[in-house]
Nanobody, 130 residues
Framework: QVQLVESGGGSVQAGGSLKLSCAASGYTDSSNCMGWFRQAPGKEREGVAAIYTGGGTTYYADSVKGRFTIAQDNAKNTVYLQMNSLKPEDTAMYYC???????????????????????WGQGTQVTVSS
């Protein structure tokens, strides 16, 4: 049974940083697309960043490019999202998601919401105050 468990959310002032973690279990494939999505109250869910675990290729939404970094630790089956220079508009519930057996070219479609992940975590709240 595949499980994705997020942690690391919290409250921070604008300009601050947070690091989210997503621990994955219950699968054996090593070439997957793991991503972070977020949803603010009253808004649609949007893709933030994604990583191809088979080689480390990454893709970012324009809104977070240069501020957020997605990374992986394959030994721990964990994907991270380092968020710097946080803004109040980054406030949202953040979700980890996975597409198993994918290729790097699918990262863009995953973040764009075209390629829908099969597995989702329960979410972790990020609140940025001004």
């Amino acid at each position: 049974q595949v499980q994705l468990v997020e942690s690391g959310g919290g409250s921070v002032q604008a300009g601050g940083s947070l690091k989210l973690s997503c621990a994955a279990s219950g699968y054996t494939d090593s070439s997957n697309c793991m991503g972070w999505f977020r949803q603010a109250p009253g808004k649609e869910r949007e893709g933030v960043a994604a990583i191809y675990t088979g080689g480390g290729t990454t893709y970012y939404a324009d809104s977070v490019k240069g501020r957020f970094t997605i990374a992986q630790d394959n030994a721990k089956n964990t994907v991270y999202l380092q968020m710097n220079s946080l803004k109040p508009e980054d406030t949202a519930m953040y979700y980890c998601a996975a597409v198993f057996v994918c290729v790097p070219g699918e990262l863009r479609t995953m973040v764009a919401g075209i390629l829908m992940p099969s597995y989702w975590g329960q979410g972790t709240q990020v609140t940025v105050s001004s």
